[in-house]
T-cell receptor, first 114, second 113 residues
């Protein structure tokens, strides 16, 4: 158990509303990631963080922002949700030591934008 | 850029059949290679990995060998079970670039009794 929790697990919202997804880890890992999963696209990286207040864009970052004010929390915000952002969102942390390179995933947050 | 191409699905097999899911990659450095599995309603979890050429990763009867000459990391299992039904993702990860990983599109496997 990598100690990753995502919230909310399910959310339905309307176009134009802001949405924040939270990822919380208990393992004190440096690297955290947000992915989205869509049929036919596998997992695509949205944003990642390599430390407190250190974040960078992934391949599909448009329309998303992130923040990491504490090691344990990584927030993904959709400032104004659109229907194209309907997806399943996964948070992941990168293992260290013997697990170096391996990603540990949360259980996902299913977002529906109407 | 880095990329992973894996066999398109869905794949449907009968119980005890042999499984192969092909995976090839393109990378500028020397990546580690991974297979992740996703069961319905869950997040991805590591199935096996290999960190250098000719390494063989294995777990739960699944195997994959890191082939640098063919840039491949094919997943195999000699006898699948119904409980192996899941989505399988091939991925590569580099030690640079904040350890970002690149994933294939996933292959859905259904095993019928």
């Amino acid at each position: 158990d990598a100690g990753i929790t995502q919230s909310p697990r399910h959310k339905v919202t309307e176009t134009g509303t802001p949405v924040t997804l939270r990822c919380h880890q208990t393992e004190n890992h440096r690297y955290m990631y947000w992915y989205r999963q869509d049929p036919g696209h596998g997992l695509r990286l949205i944003h990642y963080s390599y430390g407190v207040k250190d974040t960078d864009k992934g391949e599909v970052s448009d329309g998303y922002s992130v923040s990491r004010s504490k090691t344990e929390d990584f927030l993904l915000t959709l400032e104004s949700a659109t229907s194209s952002q309907t997806s399943v969102y996964f948070c992941a942390i990168k293992g260290g030591g013997a697990d170096a390179g391996e990603l540990f995933f949360g259980e996902g947050s299913r977002l529906t934008v109407l | 850029g880095d990329s992973v191409t894996q066999m398109e699905g869905p794949v449907t097999l009968s119980e005890e059949a042999f499984l192969t899911i092909n995976c090839t990659y393109t990378a500028t450095g020397y990546p580690s290679l991974f297979w992740y599995v996703q069961y319905p309603g869950e997040g991805l979890q590591l199935l096996l990995k290999a960190t250098k050429a000719d390494d063989k990763g294995s777990n739960k009867g699944f195997e994959a060998t890191y082939r640098k000459e063919t840039t491949s990391f094919h997943l195999e299992k000699g006898s699948v079970q119904v409980s192996d039904s899941a989505v399988y993702f091939c991925a590569l990860g580099l030690n640079t670039n904040a350890g970002k990983s690149t994933f294939g599109d996933g292959t859905t496997l259904t095993v019928k009794p």
